[in-house]
Nanobody
Framework: HVQLVESGGGSVQAGGSLRLSCAVS????????MGWFRQVSDMEREGVAA???????RYVEGVKGRFTISKDNTKNTMYLQLNNLKTEDSAMYYC???????WGQGTQVTVS
């Protein structure tokens, strides 16, 4: 039974920080590219950051230098550190494996 469970979202003021976690179970996520995505209401879901099996990372332009994606394979957990948050970062954040088609339920980030 595959599960991706996000946590760590919340409400912060602009300039603040949050650390999102994605606990993965049921499949060997470390072998696949994993990513963080975000979505505002009915707008299109946007890819934010990705981390490959070898640990290499990629970011969408608007979050470079502010967000950091990482993973701890011993804990089967992926993270997204969000620093210097802006109001436009407010969204539901999801972790996912696009290759396998697995998605979490999302965690809300609100920046005011």
């Amino acid at each position: 039974h595959v599960q991706l469970v996000e946590s760590g979202g919340g409400s912060v003021q602009a300039g603040g920080s949050l650390r999102l976690s994605c606990a993965v179970s049921g499949f060997p996520y470390s072998r696949y590219c994993m990513g963080w995505f975000r979505q505002v209401s009915d707008m299109e879901r946007e890819g934010v950051a990705a981390i490959d099996s070898d640990g290499s990372t990629r970011y969408v332009e608007g979050v470079k230098g502010r967000f950091t994606i990482s993973k701890d394979n011993t804990k089967n957990t992926m993270y997204l550190q969000l620093n210097n948050l802006k109001t436009e970062d407010s969204a539901m954040y999801y972790c996912a494996s696009l290759t396998k088609g697995y998605w979490g339920q999302g965690t809300q980030v609100t920046v005011s």
